[in-house]
C-alpha cells in the first residue's frame, strides 16, 4: 500500500470490524499514548464496551530513554486488574517493535496478564525486534528516513501525518 492509499478513516473501519471480531467480554482495550489511546476511544463508543480501558505509556522503559527523556504528556492509567487479564493493545503504527516492547515491560510492573493480542492500525515494517500484530488493518513500505503517526482533529477524525526524519 502508498502514502496515497492511507485514508486513515478507511483504515479506522477496518481495524473496527477486525476488533469486533476477536473482542471477548472478559478482554479489555488498552492504548498506547497518545495515537493508541485515541484509536482506543472510539473503538470503545463505536463497540459500546462498557469495561474501563487503558492508557499505557512507552516512556520510562523505552531503551532510548537516556537520549529522549520523558516525551509523553499522559502517564499510564490502568483502571482494571492486570492479572489475570486478556488485553488487546492498540497503536496506530508499528515500525520496530521497540514501543511495544517497551509497554510489555510497563505493564508487567503492573501485574501478570494471562494473554495480550496487539492491533495496529498501520504496520510500516522495519522490524528491530520478533513482534508481530495479531489485527493489522493496512502493511506499508515507508523509507527509515519517514515517520507517519496518527493525527486527530478535534471534531475526532482521523488523518495521517508523514514527514521526514
Known sequence: MSMLELDAEAL???????VR???KPDMYLMGIVSGGAWLVERLLQDLAITQPAGVISSAMHRDDY?????????QTQIPFDVNGAHILLVDDVLFTGRTVRAVINELFDFGRPASIKLAVLVDRGGRELPIEPDICA????LPANQSIALARSDSGQFSFNVKAL
Open 66 to 74: 537516556g537520549h529522549r527523556g520523558m516525551t509523553a504528556t499522559v
Open 21 to 23: 471480531s476477536v473482542f
Open 138 to 141: 493496512a502493511r506499508m513500505h
Open 12 to 18: 479506522y473501519g477496518d481495524l473496527l470490524s477486525d
